[in-house]
């Protein structure tokens, strides 16, 4: 089984910056796709970006040229980086893990985007 452990959430004002990280532990084989996804109230979970184990990348139009997905295989890590936040970008942001075992999801970290 694959333990996600989700930081960097918290209260932004708009125009900030704010870092997401997702570390992964526990029975790793062979990660593939790690990806973020955000859930903002009433609405479905979307993805946001999403890395390969060969680094490719993708986003959300409403993302692309202010996120930045990246990570670090050595550590089992993704990251999100977010610049230039919009309240619009306030959301429940959820980590996923795709590997050789399964998908994992991790818990939730709430991002606001407010003055």
């Known amino acids: 089984q694959v333990q996600l452990v989700v930081s960097g959430g918290g209260l932004v004002q708009p125009g900030g910056s704010l870092r997401l990280s997702c570390a992964a532990s526990g029975s790793i084989s062979r990660i593939n796709t790690m990806a973020w996804y955000r859930q903002a109230p009433g609405k479905q979970r979307e993805l946001v970006a999403a890395?390969?184990?060969?680094?490719?990348?993708n986003y959300a139009d409403s993302v692309k040229g202010r996120f930045t997905i990246s990570r670090d295989n050595a550590k089992n890590t993704v990251y999100l980086q977010m610049n230039i936040l919009k309240p619009e970008n306030t959301a429940v942001y959820y980590c996923y893990v795709a590997s050789i075992v399964g998908v994992s999801w991790g818990q939730g970290t709430q991002v606001t985007v407010s003055s």
């Open positions: 890395i390969t184990s060969t680094g490719s990348r």
